[in-house]
């Protein structure tokens, strides 16, 4: 959308421009746009959505070139069809998710526009370069100014979320749980700052997400889970008739911010992790928390490994590698 309105400018001073031929450019540019926002933070996208998107973009910017369609230039304007089209491409998940990927839509965005002005200024050498250069030499200083610092907080932010990103992706570990002849899959997020054990036997528990756990329990358990508020699970626990699972729950304490609460767990049979793409690494006998909610907002990952589980699954690789 941006970058068509580079060209919807260059057009106007050429004095001429096929509307076909524009929307045709839009599309383009706006899907290599969204694209790139997309590699950007992380995100998954289709490409069905993102063409989509890129028209309704295209649509935008042929309905303000018509006569008397000044508020589409507006900056309210153009700041819902940007959320607008984010949601068309992407959904809609979380506001902290949609932000970001509205932050990077501008970023890129900018860094597009800019590099077609500059690219055109470079190489133009007839006499509609004087009127490039009329026009970025009549900008104000206060437009050079707010828009070098809102360019700038821009880039730092998406540079600071994509090295953040970088750094949860290597936290992330495939890992399966192992209970009653059943198995989940799942991707867990190593948290440094999981001090949960156990108070028998002081083992480091794993917390993971309740739909996750679910589809390795009996029907009892399950009824049992959903038909109590998470605050209730401990004390309406013999109302489960699972005896099998009753005899393998403990109740594990842990702090809050400003609180302390009780967290119903179970022992599994066996735990197996992933390390840097080599075999599997199982451990058995693993106690694992149940979580309510959902541990990650735009689901990435649905469990917490317990660093003392990482650290011990590298000694077991190390002493293979060794043997």
Known sequence: ??????????GRLLMYIYADVLFIINIIMNSMILMLTAWTVGATYKVWRILLAAAVGGCYVLIGMMPNMEFCHTVIAKLVMSWLLIYIAFGYTSKRRSFLLLASFYVVSFILGGSIVGWVYFWQVNHYSHTLIRILTTLSWENVLWGSCFGSILIVTIIRRMLSSTTRQQSLYRMKIEYNGQVAE???????????????????????????????????????????????????LSQCTDEKWLSRTQIIPYHGIGSRSMLLAFRADALLVSLSGTAEIRIQNVVIGIYSGALSEDGTYAGLLHPQIINELYKKEGASICA
């Open 186 to 236: 799942l991707t867990a997020m190593l948290d440094t700052g999981n001090s949960l054990y156990t108070t028998v036997g002081h083992k480091p528990v794993v917390l993971v997400s309740q739909y996750i756990i679910e589809s390795i329990l009996s029907e009892d358990v399950v009824t049992f889970l959903r038909e109590n508020v998470p605050e209730m699970w401990l004390v309406n």
């Open 1 to 10: 959308m941006y970058i068509a309105a580079t060209f919807m400018m260059i």
